[in-house]
């Protein structure tokens, strides 16, 4: 066996053993994923409101996505794409979204069956009444993160309007309805950019955080304000928060006025007065950050305004040695429940209308479930609360009525949109149905248009450099490397220009080098600390712009010549790197996945049926129907799963089937008008049936381009490797004197 076969051979073993190591590695994973999605879809569970979408067209595996989510294992590998396999646990932090490479995400409010009521926004947080904004979680971004962001982003575009100007005493440019994380952020901004502002604040700095549960831990991240520098971190408890806040309020010296409520707003865009408890307040432009919560849900049954009914949880001490009862079934109430039973001797009893938690994180359902085992939180699931007594409460559990001793009521329902307020205000409101964030309001549309643009110029910067380096090297070789082989050694640059030359050698060290350089978008992907930095996007464009370039230097280093076995493994390897990542970015989304076709498939199912209807009678009378019957069902099924290659194979005979099988069914209508609406319907559906499965087939087919694409660049590694420990062995070691 010639030494050539052996290294072909080895290499074929690496790029083999990759390959497997891979696709097991993502079986495993798939397997236990699509286990917990199923149970899901099973139970219903639904996510709150905003939350990820993955278009499984688009969607090209790269999985970076699954990772990225503070909430844990939101998203998993369902038939080797990315899916939502624990919507309940999804509180719209959006990092999928950003995280994926080729937009396959989408943000979206509601679903078909659960719409969400939200104001009317443009792409600059203004309502449908001009010079009203609405930020924060009154939007539909609850988040800290994202509401901080929405209110500098408003006060960018506020400041740009306003200017800077010495406003008129008592007077302000701006009025701040809020000073919670969004209101203080777009006072913040507004500070930086010079415009004149007030912020009421009917409660105490911090808005909904400021009612937290002492000591709750909340999720944030760290993000620029201005005039305090980094802010957040990834836990920070209540105290925390509000602690930062006010440094922040000092460091600026923003003026609070709290104890404001806004009772309505006057005027018209430029000339408004605020009306609040404290008299009118003029402004040129009001943003409202106030919130959802701010109007609490009831409960709607007798007895609810005793004293002894709140809506949240302060200090859980309060409640020591009582009976306490706490409705509800989302993350405020377990945490109620658990902090009370933790930090007090009481006695705890959660009231929740489903038998199932369905609505919290993971971590609060097992420590819940962990306290009700140990006696300490006695949970009725399902039940009602009926009615609020002195000294008792009575629920409606196991299909009769429970009257338990009571001493405090904690019902943690949500809160309701000021629906009202907003509606009096003259602000209009929408009502989402699983469509993506901005499909009816175009919130934030600005920011993702500007990075766009960013995006496009970052590409055209790359697609120029690429250009002059290759523009460079030919005019440096031109005349070289347009001489056959045989006549180069006669050409007075060939000791420069030939690869092992001073040139072509440093030509091929600055390869490699630049070759390695593509692996930084796996590093970008899979390395914790570098999760968030910068757009994934723009890594996977880098990526794509080595990837083309490499083989393009190479060929330059090689001096457009292969005259030995590890230089032409190197090409094909590169060359099918490539050819790979070529159809995962270009090609694999291009070819639908056949979802089209079925919800067409599903509409023509349902005409079918009533088609069957007319010959139905037909059929039962005569001898052969059992066999007609089959013939009609079997164009109902679902598109079979094949390969490609026996895709084709059936289709042929598929084909004369059909004719013979419509030339049968011919003779049971009496009228040539309804054979012809029958025979059209039969192969409209049947030649949707082909095109879910070819599309099907072709996708699974392109699917191999992953484990191709990932084994092959491994292999390249090791065949550089190699060619480097080749070169030195034979004595090119100019680069190290």
Known sequence: MSLDVLVLGFFLLVAGGAGWWMVRRRQVREAADTAVHAEAKAEGRLPPTLHPVVDPDKCMGSLSCLSVC????????VDGKAALINPAACIGHGKCALECPVHAITLVF???????????????????????????????????????????????????????????????????????????????????????FRVLEQESVGGTIAHYPRQKV???????????????????????????????????????????????????????????????????????????????????VPGEDLPKVTYRLIDAQQYEGARVLVVG????????????AEETDAEVVLSYRQAELG??????????????????????????????????????HGGKDLDLPNDFVIACLGGEVPTEFLKKNGIGMTRLHGERLGAKAGRGSALEEEAEKKHRRFSFMLFTLGALIVA???????????????????????????????????????????????????????WTR?????????????????????????????????????????????????????????????????????????????RWERLKQRVHRAIDSLPAHDTINTVLEHVTHAPPERSLPVFFLHLPAQRVRDQRDLAHLKKLFPAQEEFLDFKRAYQRMRLLQTQV?????????????????????????????????????????????
Not at 132 to 159: C, R
Not at 487 to 500: D, G, N, V, W, Y
């Open 70 to 77: 503070p909430e844990g294992d939101i998203l998993g590998v």
């Open 110 to 196: 509601g679903d078909a069956t659960r719409g969400v009521d939200l104001p009317e926004t443009n792409e600059f947080f203004e309502t449908s009444r001009p010079g009203v904004h609405i930020v924060g979680e009154l939007g539909g971004m609850g988040l800290i993160k994202n509401a901080i962001t929405q209110g500098l982003q408003v006060a960018d575009h506020l400041g740009a309007q306003l200017g800077k100007h010495q406003a008129q005493a008592g007077a302000a440019d701006v009025v701040v309805v809020g000073a919670g994380p969004a209101g203080l952020a777009t006072a913040l901004g507004l500070k930086k950019h010079g415009v004149s």
């Open 218 to 300: 909340v999720m944030t991240e760290k993000v620029d304000l201005p005039f305090y520098g980094k802010f957040g971190k990834s836990l920070i408890s209540k105290e925390e928060l509000l602690e930062s806040w006010q440094k922040a309020i000092q460091k600026s010296g923003v003026s609070i006025e709290t104890g404001t409520k806004v009772e309505g707003i006057e005027g018209e865009d430029g000339r408004f007065v605020v009306q609040t408890n404290k008299g009118p307040v003029p402004a040129k432009k009001v943003v409202l950050a106030v919130g959802r919560r701010g109007t609490p849900r009831k409960l709607g």
């Open 329 to 340: 079934g989302g993350d405020a109430a377990l945490e109620a429940a658990i902090q009370i």
């Open 359 to 396: 609505k919290a994180r993971d971590a609060n359902k097992r420590r819940f479930k962990q306290l009700v085992d140990e006696g300490r939180i006695f949970a009725f699931m399902p039940s009602q609360v009926k009615e609020v007594k002195a000294r008792s409460v009575t629920l409606h």
């Open 472 to 526: 460079a090297l030919f005019v440096v070789g031109w005349d070289y490397y347009r001489l056959p082989l045989t006549h180069r050694t006669h050409h007075p640059a060939h000791t420069f220009l030939k690869p092992a030359g001073a040139w072509g050698h440093g030509v091929g060290i600055v390869a490699t080098l630049f070759m390695m350089s593509n692996f930084l978008y796996a590093v970008r992907k899979r």
């Open 530 to 606: 570098l999760k968030g930095f910068r757009t994934i996007r723009g890594w996977l464009t880098f990526h794509q712009f080595v990837g083309f370039m490499s083989p393009l230097v190479i060929v330059f280093h090689a001096a457009f010549r292969s005259n030995n076995v590890l230089a032409s493994l190197t090409a094909g390897a590169l060359g099918i790197v490539v050819a790979t990542g070529v159809v995962g970015r270009f090609i694999w989304g291009l070819v639908p996945g056949g979802d089209g076709q079925k919800a067409e498939l599903g509409e023509l199912t349902r």
């Open 693 to 737: 499965t070819f599309f099907r087939s072709l996708k699974r087919l392109l699917s191999a381009w992953r484990v191709l694409h990932v084994a092959l660049a491994l292999m390249l590694v090791v065949l550089i490797a190699a060619h480097i420990g080749v070169s030195l062995f034979l004595g090119y070691t100019w680069i190290f004197r």
